[in-house]
């Protein structure tokens, strides 16, 4: 019995002095977003609550927002933006304040949140065809602006048409940009095909 207390008296120091030292040296400090404060050390990001203690351990995948204050990872209604690369491109989704990811990096970018709502760049690929020399399917991709909400569910399409695209690092060697605008709740500006905006109200 004795032993057991002198290990669990052991372990609770070597967690608590250990915690500790993950909080000194930071680099950068954020204000409390979501109840949540971003910090960094080195190159990656992670999050500590109102109590300083630490609810989302280092990480390299995080997505800084640039603000006044400066530029650091945000929680917005719950979901913080993350980044994962496959085949050499960038694909956007998030994670909550578990740290647990929510919704699955698909989108070639992606917003924070506002009242459950984010804009998103959805990618579809449609097949035009086949070489039958090569035996391989041609396809070819667009990418939509849409609204998306906090489960990563498609509300509205901002962009019905798309924009072509090509889904090759050599091209897109960064994220497409976000041209839609949040206006209030239920309306939005979107650049239409003359590059000029248009009003798009949402039921």
């Not at 962009?159 to 690092?169: A, E, N």
């Amino acid at each position: 019995m004795k032993k057991g207390v002198i290990l669990l008296v052991v372990l609770f120091i070597i967690s608590v002095f250990g915690y500790s030292q993950n909080l000194e040296n930071l680099d950068y400090v954020s204000p409390l977003h979501d109840g949540l404060i971003a910090i960094k050390k080195d190159t990656n990001w992670g999050f500590i609550n109102k109590e300083g203690n630490m609810v989302i351990n280092f990480r390299n995948d995080l997505v800084t927002t640039k603000s006044d204050d400066g530029e650091y990872p945000v929680f917005k209604n719950g979901r913080c933006l993350i980044t994962k690369e496959t085949n050499g491109i960038l694909y956007f989704g998030y994670i909550d304040a578990t740290g647990k990811t929510v919704i699955e990096p698909q989108f070639l970018n992606a917003s924070n949140f506002i009242n459950n709502e984010a804009l998103a760049l959805h990618v579809m690929k449609n097949e035009i065809g086949k070489n039958d020399v090569l035996a391989i399917k041609m396809v070819s991709y667009r990418y939509h602006e849409v609204i998306i909400d906090s489960n990563g569910e498609i509300k509205e399409y901002l962009t019905p048409k798309g924009f072509s695209i090509v889904l090759d690092k050599k091209y897109l060697k960064i994220p497409p940009k976000i041209t839609s605008k949040r206006i209030t709740d239920r309306m939005y500006a979107v650049v239409n095909e003359s590059k000029k905006w248009s009003i798009v109200k949402i039921n």
